[in-house]
């Protein structure tokens, strides 16, 4: 049997706000249903959560604040 792909949280998070700010829509409703997509689509890939081993996966209001948190740093890089 292989080896899982190890993916980190934070990844994640970075791409989604990426979709985001290109669909221009940074509503907590938006991102939850983007980081479910993105989820989903890793589970199908084989791919696993590191955050995840041992603690238990963050609340929807904890995604969303830790995303805005990343879209906040993308503007800042992208100077927009």
């Not at 249903?33 to 238990?56: R, V």
């Amino acid at each position: 049997m292989p080896k899982l792909k190890r993916i980190k949280i934070t990844d994640v998070r970075v791409a989604v706000a990426k979709e985001c700010l290109t669909y221009n829509d940074t509503s907590k409703e938006n991102i939850t249903k983007i980081t479910k997509a993105y989820l989903s689509q890793l589970k199908k890939d084989g791919c696993k959560i590191q955050h995840w081993e041992k603690k238990n996966p963050p609340t929807q209001t904890v995604n969303a604040t830790k995303v805005q948190l990343e879209i906040q740093k993308l503007k800042k890089e992208w100077h927009i």
